[in-house]
């Protein structure tokens, strides 16, 4: 890793970390002040984050993607891309903000933990499949991460909080339902595309568009958990506390993807 | 109250067990336990044998009633089947049972107020007279993209509007490419068929082109021969390259038409329904034995196997030669990983031996023979042999209809959300009082907020108007 690299990539890993210092601080002190500093520290550091990415693919001549870091980078962009999206239109959801930065900081740092070599694109992922995999892979877990953030604050507010002043700093239990559900329904078309261009660029690479091998099947498991989700939403009635346990029971099932799969017995 | 006549008939009980919703929800819970329980337990589609055999060991109890149960492939086991059937059929009675609901005709009645579920209620009052409002506000909804239906019943007026039911509609479009994508799979267990093509430069085939043929239901279906004839023209390594090795082709189709194929690693190459996938590839000296009254009774291509070892690339193959005695091992060492031999390598080293026993061991160049007995074995010349791994799917265009089906329903599902408006308009002393009852099967704060919008707009449209 280049200086100029890691430096943009410990800028970015400071900013999150200020950003979130500042948010937890808004919830308790003077919340509109730090508040608004958080959101100004979080666009600071996408816009090192997007420094960082667009200096990589100069340098490796491809889009982000070949390995653990990149992907995990990448992600993390694209999550916090779509919190600043939801935070421009609903600034009451500025504390979902927490949960959000706090993921993408422990992404941006597994992935900074993992081996991150400069290199041109392996073969298999030289096709243009690839890239709509993993773009929307990432829009559609990014939307899974706000969709889970909104269900953590909603159970917290449910279960645990005893302070007005951040029961008063929290979105309304309406707005973060809503969020919650329609989040995870964006979520589930970025997914769907993921699994549908995946098993185009499998049959295209391998020969074989389905294989039930791990990473598959389990991303297929957490797609039917989370329509399950959606139809448990439509047909069974279910609401607020259910549906937002439903979600983060599917974010760890997405988690246990990236980090759990390889440990499992078929996994080669 | 809707009628009842309305209300979808779904005459066969077959059918009625079939569309419950709440069934197809069971089904699909089921689905991911039995596909929880694939991801547990070790397949032996997926596992190396060995280490399946350890895990057997490992695990003697548990492994044996896994087997018995079969677990150990859950993916084609009766459980996996049944319950993916029965899905499907409850998949399809569930489209049609909500086809027919969504299809039928809003009921044109005055109690047709938006059911409890996500309602909001808005209360105005506008210095519009009714019949002045009850003509302007359909106007305005429209621009709005809302359908709507007037109603008068005595002094009082009731407006209906309702937009985003194509929602709905893509919501169904979603779950027929289901349908599709699953009857695609199964089209793919029963029609796929794949094979191995091994051909050395120059070489030229048009018929069944494989030392094996295989598919996973239907092992002893032969691969139909191709509609066109196909060469194999070279194999290229460009240098310096980390992409790996091109191979060219050309078929010839029976219009001789000639089309110039280039597959290479994770790269196939596609013609008329077949796919060639690059798999190995290495060297095939050109080997031809004789005798004083036959100089080249025997004259054949040996495609050598390549291995790396130590940073050198070596390739070895051993045959007998047909009707003799004569086992010949042929061996031929290149420098570099890249199984490269430069052009004039002359290291190919021929071992003979007859009845168990050596009889010679020489370096042949290019061009050269070598004498042994009665016999004459002379090394031709170096060319390469590539394998192709060639595949005939039926069900892959259907599950790219699936896939386009499932991307045009979710695109429709997420735009569109349904709405239902219902205005009751009634004479509040010089003016209008208007009671908004809507509804949505969106989310109910986006909706509110919407429609608080919309709302001070129209009163300023009135009150413009007016």
Same mark, same amino acid.
């Given at each position: ?143 899974? +991460?706000?969709?889970? $953030?909104?269900?953590?604050? /909603? =159970? &917290?507010?449910? #279960?645990?909080?005893?302070? !007005? ?49 791990? +990473?598959?099947?389990? $991303?297929?498991?957490?797609? /039917? =958990? &989370?329509?399950? #989700?959606?139809?448990?939403? !439509? ?34 | ?466």
């Amino acid at each position: 890793m280049q200086l100029s690299e890691l430096l943009l990539f410990f800028m970015t890993v400071g900013t999150y970390g200020l950003a979130i210092f500042f948010f937890m601080t808004g919830l308790t002190g003077k919340r509109r002040l730090f508040f608004s500093w958080a959101t100004f520290t979080v666009i600071a550091g996408f816009l090192t984050h997007s420094l960082n990415l667009a200096w990589r693919w100069y340098l490796t001549g491809h889009m982000p993607g070949d390995n653990i870091y990149e992907l995990n980078s990448l992600g993390a962009w694209c999550t916090v891309l779509v919190f600043l999206l939801l935070q421009k239109r609903y600034r009451k959801l500025q504390t979902v903000g927490i949960i959000v930065l706090a993921i993408s900081l422990a992404m941006l740092l597994y992935g900074f933990s993992k081996p991150h070599p400069l290199g041109p694109l392996s073969d298999e992922y030289q096709s243009g499949w690839f890239y709509i995999h993993i773009i929307s892979a990432f829009l559609g877990y990014s939307c899974y +991460v706000i969709a889970s $953030s909104a269900g953590f604050l /909603l =159970l &917290y507010r449910h #279960y645990h909080c005893t302070s !007005s002043q951040i029961n008063e700093a929290l979105p309304d239990n309406q707005l973060l339902e809503d969020i919650n559900s329609r989040f995870v329904s964006y979520g589930f078309a970025g997914h769907a595309i993921m699994l549908a261009s995946g098993a185009i660029w499998a049959n295209s690479a391998w020969g074989r568009y389905w294989n039930w091998d791990p +990473v598959e099947t389990w $991303s297929l498991i957490t797609w /039917l =958990l &989370y329509a399950f #989700y959606l139809h448990a939403k !439509s047909f069974l009635g279910w609401r607020g506390t259910r549906l937002a346990w439903i979600s983060i029971a599917a974010l760890i099932a997405i988690i246990f993807t990236f980090w759990g799969v390889s440990h499992l017995p078929d996994h080669s | 109250m809707a009628s009842r006549s309305l209300q979808p008939k779904i005459s066969s009980g077959f059918a009625r067990f079939f569309s419950s919703r709440r069934l197809a929800l069971y089904l699909l819970a089921a689905l991911i336990g039995v596909a929880v329980l694939g991801m547990i337990i070790p397949q032996q589609s997926l596992l190396p044998v060995n280490d399946f055999h350890l895990w057997q060991k490992s695990f003697p109890r548990l492994s044996r009633l896994a087997i018995d149960m079969g677990f150990t492939r859950i993916y084609e086991s009766p459980l996996f089947l049944i319950i993916i059937t029965w899905f499907s059929l409850a998949l399809f009675f569930c489209t049609v049972h909500r086809v027919k609901k969504i299809s039928r005709r809003p009921a044109r009645s005055l109690n047709a107020v938006p059911q409890q579920q996500n309602r909001e209620c808005i209360t105005f009052i506008t210095a519009c007279p009714v019949a002045a409002v009850s003509d302007r506000l359909p106007s305005f909804l429209r621009k709005k993209r809302y359908k709507t239906t007037t109603f008068c019943q005595g002094e009082q007026t009731t407006i209906t509007a309702r937009r985003g039911h194509l929602g709905k509609w893509g919501s169904i479009l979603f779950h027929c490419s289901f349908l599709v994508l699953l009857s695609g799979a199964l089209l793919t267990t029963w029609g796929r068929i794949e094979g191995t093509l091994l051909l050395t430069e120059g070489q030229s085939v048009s018929g069944l082109p494989t030392d094996y043929i295989s598919s996973s239901r239907t092992p002893l279906r032969t691969m139909p021969p191709f509609d066109f004839s196909l060469r194999y023209d070279n194999l290229l390594t460009p240098p310096g390259s980390d992409n790996g090795p091109r191979n060219n082709l050309t078929a010839t189709t029976r219009d001789n038409k000639r089309i110039h194929l280039q597959t290479r690693d994770f790269h196939p190459a596609k013609i008329n329904g077949f796919t060639l996938y690059q798999k190995e590839s290495g060297f095939s000296p050109s080997i031809r034995l004789g005798t004083n009254s036959d100089p080249s009774f025997f004259h054949s291509f040996i495609a050598l196997h390549s291995s790396v070892i130590d940073g050198i690339a070596e390739h070895q193959d051993t045959f007998t030669v047909p009707n003799t005695d004569i086992f010949v091992t042929l061996h031929l060492i290149s420098p570099d990983k890249t199984a490269n031999v430069p052009a004039s390598a002359t290291n190919l080293t021929v071992a003979i031996t007859r009845a168990g026993r050596q009889e010679i061991e020489a370096d042949l160049a290019r061009g050269q023979t070598l004498s042994f007995d009665e016999y004459t074995l002379q090394f031709d010349e170096l060319r390469h042999w590539s394998s192709f791994r060639v595949v005939r799917d039926p069900g892959v265009l259907v599950l790219y209809i699936a896939f386009l089906l499932a991307a045009i329903g979710l695109g429709l599902r997420l735009h569109f959300r349904a709405e239902r408006l219902f205005f009751c308009l009634s004479n509040y002393e010089d003016g209008c009082r208007v009671v908004l009852t809507a509804n949505t099967d969106g989310e109910k704060s986006f909706f509110q907020n919407n429609l608080h919008i919309m709302t001070n707009h129209l009163q300023k449209y009135l009150s413009k108007d007016s």
